[in-house]
Each structure stands twice: as structure tokens, then as C-alpha cells.
């Protein structure tokens, strides 16, 4: 195809996706409300986002090389530094300081055995194989998007990771409740396999709510739903995005460094600087935006309000961020890639989802 029609229908399909997206944030803080239309702001969601850049390199090429470039890159950056604003440190440390241990355990495990699947036994390329374990181990594609750009990860390592965690995802939303119905799990057991074993936080709560709906006479007697748990466990686990992001340069330093064509620096000095806004975004939304005691009541259901919408705002650039993500992903670049980081994700998601619903039914 002609790449003047070729660069026409990418600028069409980014219009497109923006307005959308600009249509369904407005709606989501309450600027306007469209009604029975109102499907036009909510129908990108991150795997359509994902899915029509794809499809879009592999059917028609690239288009705007470049500016595809920059726009993943940055675009991603600026948005996993809005999401800061929808982090509050005590909130989430005090929900989950009960499973704070299995947490740590849990996460670190997670990258431990993607290492070996990934590296050491299918071969998948290191950046690719720590992205599938990251989002994993975390949250899914807000970690992937939160640790790509801090180890430079290739577009195309972007796009085959949040492919096969999103098909994951997916998976798991419609089958985990129906396991945990058939092994007859608690609220409790069945909120914390979901938010462990299950990517994205956006998944996780589908499942909650999905497991609150098959046993109403389960959250009636154990007094708790399985959504408040899920949902409160897996925010904990999404601040654990801060420590892998600061780890992560340590780890590829020399990489890092090589690509860089110079000597490795010191661990700290390879922190990206959107990480330490990132950080500086959820300490500023902790004590200051939603600070009632320093800035008043009144002041702090506003401040709410705001660091809530730049979260939103946010979430919403992740989503047109994954466009230009799978847009760069053509089709030798999938043939070089192969079947391996598909079958990394699979294989460490079985062993997760088998180990932690051992232990969760062991401790009751």
C-alpha cells in the first residue's frame, strides 16, 4: 500500500483513539454525561489500544517511525508519573500489612522463577523475559509500562510482554471464579489468590466482583467480599512497582551502560528521573493533596479530587501509549521474537497461580 495512504490512516486511527480517550475522561470526572452514547469514551481499553497497533504494523507497515518512537517512550513516562497521583502510601501499607510478608515472598519468587524459565530454560531475551515476570509478579501492564522505559526496553519487548500478559489477563478473569467456586474457596482465600495470581488490578476486581455475585451467602456470613480483599491486596502489591523500579537499574547496569557505549555508573545513578517524580507524585497526593490535617478537610476532598483526576488522566495516556507501542511491532520483528516469551508467560503463570492457591488454602 501507498505509505502516503499508509501515514493517513495512522494519523486517522491516533485521532481517533485520542478523542475518545479525552471523551472518556471528561465523562469519568463528571464534565458531561452522554448518556446512551456514552460507549464512545469507554470502548479503548488497553488490549484494543494494543490489539489495532498491531494489527496496523502487520498489516500495513509503519508509519511516522520516529514519532511512533518518541510517543511510546514518552508518552508512557509522563503517564506512569500521573499515576503516582492515585497512590496513597498508608492506605495501601495499611490494607495489606497483614499479607506483607507473603507479599515480598510472592513478588521477589515471581521474578525469581521467570528468570529461570525465561532465561535459563526457554532462552527468551533478558529484556522481554524480566518484562513478563515484572508484570507478573505485580500489576500486569502498569508494571511493565512503569520498568520498560527504565531498562530501555525495544518497543517490539513492549509490545510481545503486554501482549502475553493481557491474553493472560483475559484468561484469568473468566476462569478463576469458576475454580474457586468449584474448590469451594472462602471471600478471603478466593480476594487473595485473585490479586496474587491474577495480572491487572482491572482484572482482579472484574473476578472479586465476579465471585461476590456467585456466593452472596459467602460474603453475608464471613462478613467481607472478595472484591474489598482483591482490591486491597493488589493496591499494596502496585507500590511494589516504586522498589522494582529502583532496583531494576542495578540489575541492568551493565546493559545499561553498554548500550550507552560507556563504563556502568553506580546503581543510583542509572534511576531514570520520571521514577523519581513518580515517587515524589505519590509522596506529594499522600501528604499533601489528601492531607486533611495540613490543608484542611474541605482543602483535602479537593485536593482528592485533583490527584484523582491526573490519575485518571493518566491511565487514560497509558491506554493511547499502547498504540503506539504495538504499532512498532512488524512482522519480522514477531518471527525473530518467536513462541518462547509466550510460553514463559504461561508456564510462570500456571506456577504462580498452582503455588499461591497451595499456600492460600494451606494457612486458611
Known sequence: MN?????????????????????????????FDLGSWSWIGHWVTSPIALVIGLVFALVLGKAYPEFNKTMSKKLLQYSVIGLGFGMNVYKAVESGAEGMAFTIISVF??????????????????QTSYLISAGTAICGGSAIAAVGPVIKAKAESMSVA??????????????????????????KQFGMWAAIAIHDTSSVVGAGAAYDAMHPELMAAEGVSALEVATTIKLTRAL?????????PFLFRKSLAAADGAKAKP??????????????????????????????????????????????????????????????????????????????????????????????????
Not at 110 to 124: A, E, H, S
Open 3 to 31: 505509505q502516503k495512504i499508509v501515514n493517513a490512516l495512522y494519523i486517522t486511527i491516533v485521532s481517533i483513539l485520542g478523542i475518545s480517550l479525552l471523551i472518556g475522561f471528561a465523562q469519568e470526572i463528571g464534565l
Open 109 to 126: 519468587g515471581t521474578l525469581l522463577i521467570g528468570w529461570l524459565i525465561g532465561r535459563k530454560m526457554l532462552k527468551v531475551d533478558d
Open 162 to 187: 503486554l501482549g502475553v500478559v493481557f491474553i493472560l489477563n483475559a484468561i484469568g478473569l473468566f476462569i478463576f471464579p469458576s475454580i474457586g467456586d468449584a474448590i469451594g474457596m472462602t471471600m
Open 267 to 364: 546503581w543510583y545513578k542509572t534511576i531514570p528521573m520520571f521514577i523519581i517524580w513518580f515517587i515524589v507524585a505519590i509522596l506529594f497526593n499522600t501528604y499533601i493533596l489528601s492531607n486533611a490535617a495540613l490543608i484542611g478537610e474541605s482543602a483535602a476532598q479537593v485536593g482528592s479530587m485533583i490527584g484523582g483526576g491526573i490519575n485518571k488522566l493518566a491511565k487514560h495516556m497509558i491506554t493511547l501509549s499502547l498504540f503506539f507501542i504495538g504499532a512498532s511491532l512488524t512482522r519480522e520483528t514477531l518471527k525473530a521474537v518467536g513462541i518462547r516469551p509466550l510460553i514463559q508467560g504461561v508456564l510462570l503463570w500456571i506456577v504462580i497461580s498452582c503455588c499461591s492457591l497451595a499456600y492460600i488454602l494451606m494457612v486458611g
Open 240 to 248: 511494589w512497582i516504586v522498589v522494582l523500579a529502583l532496583i531494576t
